[in-house]
């Protein structure tokens, strides 16, 4: 059992950037592909980065925001930079066991509770 908590979501303006934070439960974290997923009202939840020994990026973020983790530390970051208001959204930390990562939500088995970033035009 693993459990997920992000933090660091907030309200920015155009231009800007925030770091999200996932904290695991667990002592085998290293064995986790992480992910991130986000979910707009209204839209269905998309995916965002992923990362197990590398990273991978939706084409809408590559370039503009970072994913990296500290297995000593049981964490999962993303660095956002240069947020607009398209980036508006509930931000889900999620992990799945094994070292490939993935962009389908379904193939994620734990979930984090979310948090709000809301980019400000």
């Known amino acids: 059992q693993v459990q997920l908590v992000e933090s660091g979501g907030g309200l920015v303006q155009t231009g800007g950037s925030l770091r999200l934070s996932c904290a695991a439960s667990?002592?085998?974290?290293?064995?986790?592909?992480m992910g991130w997923f986000r979910q707009a009202p209204g839209k269905e939840r998309e995916f965002v980065a992923a990362?197990?020994?590398?990273?991978y990026y939706a084409d809408s973020v590559k370039g503009r925001f970072t994913i990296s983790r500290d297995n000593a530390q049981n964490t999962v970051y993303l660095q956002m930079n240069s947020l607009n208001p398209e980036d508006t959204a509930v931000y889900y930390c999620?992990?799945?066991?094994?070292?490939?990562?993935?962009?389908?939500?379904?193939?994620?088995?734990?979930w984090g509770q979310g948090t709000q970033v809301t980019v400000s035009s």
């Open positions: 990362i197990s020994w590398s990273a």
């Open positions: 999620a992990a799945r066991y094994g070292l490939d990562y993935s962009t389908k939500r379904n193939e994620y088995y734990y």
């Open positions: 667990g002592r085998t974290f290293s064995s986790y592909a």
